[in-house]
């Protein structure tokens, strides 16, 4: 998935590269050394939303759990309609166990493609079958905070259980269950997990807790077929998506039996939750025991390198693995992105071609059909988007390749690339620029809002903000807009006209 969002290049080329214009004729602006932010009022909004959130979050992982509520509802109720926004606190109040907030939070969203996707997985994952009234509610979210976050797994399980607050909520047999895992006592945790699951057998974190609990209690093959359900869970979204393969790795770690194995699936876990460094010590630590497995080790850091631009690094374990066994997939892939990167495009339809072979995956052909256009067989190229994009509708990587055979459906898959996953910033800015080619700037500044929420040093970011700002009459915040683009990548705005956008040229 990360590959996704080292993608620049595709968006750029397409949505948002500006054209070098009269350079000669172009007046050199005047910097304000006191000036470098173009829009103060956003920033100083954003930035103190921000700070706002920052704070709430360190209140409930100190288990000041009402101070946190206090500041997330405070915050709520003073955001402006935003349904990015609204979708992030969405997610985080549900995984704090804050169900009325999240509720709250959904039931102001725009009812769009966009939001519904992330709305059902939200339900989906962590919802309880009925919310609590509030009192319950923050002893519940108390008690999850003092489990996950403070160590203090027994104590408060010996509290939830003797304590008669939220009698009837599934949730709180959650928390007991996971109270015990926590504590290793498996067989409590079974039964209460058990509990939860008869009250609400549709809540798939439920599910994910009982296979690891039947995985760390030697039930493999038990654990093993509730793994195979889990990931019949249809989400859509990147966010969902990953905590399902994250847990697939976990119990795939737990139910291995050779330790080399156990090793390689511990490794992909921690990559999978952005742990990169930990996982590649774990991999390289079995590399000294693992002759039988050292084509999967190697491959595994192979990806890991790749997917944090470590190339050299990762064209030596990729190679490594490949020359070992021809049958890696992971190997195949790799090789193939990677010499689609260095434009060696032969070499990447042999390995892609070869990676489709060993999977059931629609990557190695999407791979295919962008190289194929690469080496200008456009009619090869145009056909196997058609045929991938009949059959996957919602595969984020596909909807952004595709783009460059089918420009003219920029608006249609941004948005759906976006209810897929909001947390890539390209997408918006792709959707800000769509917006400032139908003149819409309301919308634009909507998009721009997501994008600088994301990242406030996106040197893109700057660029579109200084068309918005210049079609509303604000030359001078428009002009330091459009110098702070130039400091953080002078070569993008170098040639650029104030105020040219790519849709002034006919």
């Given at each position: 998935m990360n590959r996704i969002l080292n993608k620049l290049i595709i968006l750029i080329l397409i949505l948002s590269t500006p054209v070098a214009t009269m350079a000669a004729e172009t007046k050199p602006l005047k910097i304000k050394a006191e000036t470098n932010a173009a829009n103060l009022d956003m920033v100083i909004k954003d930035n103190f939303v921000k700070a706002k959130y920052a704070s709430a979050e360190n209140r409930f992982a100190q288990s000041n759990v009402k101070a946190s509520y206090d500041d997330f509802?405070?915050?709520?109720?003073?955001?402006?309609?935003?349904?990015?926004?609204?979708?992030?606190?969405?997610?985080?109040?549900?995984?704090?166990?804050?169900?009325?907030?999240?509720?709250?939070?959904?039931?102001?969203?725009?009812?769009?493609?966009?939001?519904?996707?992330?709305?059902?997985?939200?339900?989906?994952?962590?919802?309880?079958?009925?919310?609590?009234?509030?009192?319950?509610?923050?002893?519940?979210?108390?008690?999850?905070?003092?489990?996950?976050?403070?160590?203090?797994?027994?104590?408060?399980?010996?509290?939830?259980?003797?304590?008669?607050?939220?009698?009837?909520?599934?949730?709180?047999?959650?928390?007991?269950?996971?109270?015990?895992?926590?504590?290793?006592?498996?067989?409590?945790?079974?039964?209460?997990?058990?509990?939860?699951?008869?009250?609400?057998?549709?809540?798939?974190?439920?599910?994910?807790?009982?296979?690891?609990?039947?995985?760390?209690?030697?039930?493999?093959?038990?654990a093993l077929k509730l793994l195979e359900k889990i990931k019949k869970e249809p989400f859509k979204t990147v966010d969902f998506q990953r905590k399902i393969c994250a847990a697939e790795e976990y119990i795939l770690y737990k139910t291995a039996k050779d330790e080399p194995l156990k090793d390689y699936h511990l490794a992909y876990y921690y990559h999978l939750q952005e742990k990169s460094l930990l996982a590649t010590k774990v991999l390289q630590t079995a590399i000294l025991h693992a002759k039988q497995y050292s084509p999967m080790i190697f491959s595994l850091l192979g990806k890991i390198y790749y997917d944090n631009d470590e190339p050299l690094k990762a064209q030596e374990f990729a190679a490594r693995a490949y020359k070992e066994d021809h049958n890696n997939y992971l190997a195949a892939i790799t090789l193939a992105d990677m010499n689609y990167d260095n434009r060696k495009y032969e070499e990447a339809l042999k390995y892609y071609k070869k990676a489709k072979k060993l999977t059931r995956d629609i990557e190695p052909s999407i791979g295919m059909a962008k190289t194929y256009l690469a080496m200008e067989k456009d009619k090869k190229s145009k056909k196997l988007y058609e045929k991938l994009l009949k059959k996957n509708q919602y595969d984020e990587e596909l909807l952004v390749d595709s783009l460059q055979v089918f420009p003219q459906n920029a608006d249609y898959y941004l948005p759906r690339v976006a209810s897929l996953d909001i947390t890539n910033n390209d997408i918006w800015l792709g959707l800000a620029n769509l917006a400032i080619r139908d003149k819409n700037y309301v919308m634009a500044s909507t998009y721009l809002n997501n994008s600088y929420y994301i990242d406030a040093n996106n040197f893109k970011y700057y660029y579109y903000l200084s068309l918005v700002l210049r079609a509303k009459g604000d030359i001078e915040q428009a002009n330091q807009s459009l110098i702070r683009c130039s400091r953080l990548n002078s070569d993008y705005a170098a040639d650029v006209n104030p105020g040219h956008s790519i849709y002034d040229e006919e």
């Open positions: 509802n405070s915050l709520i109720q003073r955001t402006a309609h935003d349904d990015y926004v609204f979708l992030v606190y969405g997610m985080k109040m549900a995984e704090f166990g804050f169900f009325d907030l999240s509720d709250a939070l959904i039931k102001k969203l725009d009812a769009n493609s966009f939001t519904s996707s992330y709305v059902n997985d939200i339900r989906r994952f962590y919802y309880p079958s009925s919310i609590v009234n509030q009192k319950d509610l923050l002893y519940l979210a108390d008690a999850y905070s003092n489990i996950v976050y403070n160590n203090m797994a027994i104590e408060t399980t010996s509290e939830l259980i003797n304590s008669n607050q939220a009698p009837e909520s599934d949730y709180k047999n959650y928390l007991i269950a996971l109270g015990n895992y926590k504590s290793n006592n498996l067989q409590q945790a079974l039964k209460y997990i058990n509990n939860a699951i008869v009250q609400n057998d549709t809540n798939v974190n439920y599910q994910i807790l009982k296979a690891k609990i039947l995985a760390d209690s030697n039930k493999s093959k038990q």
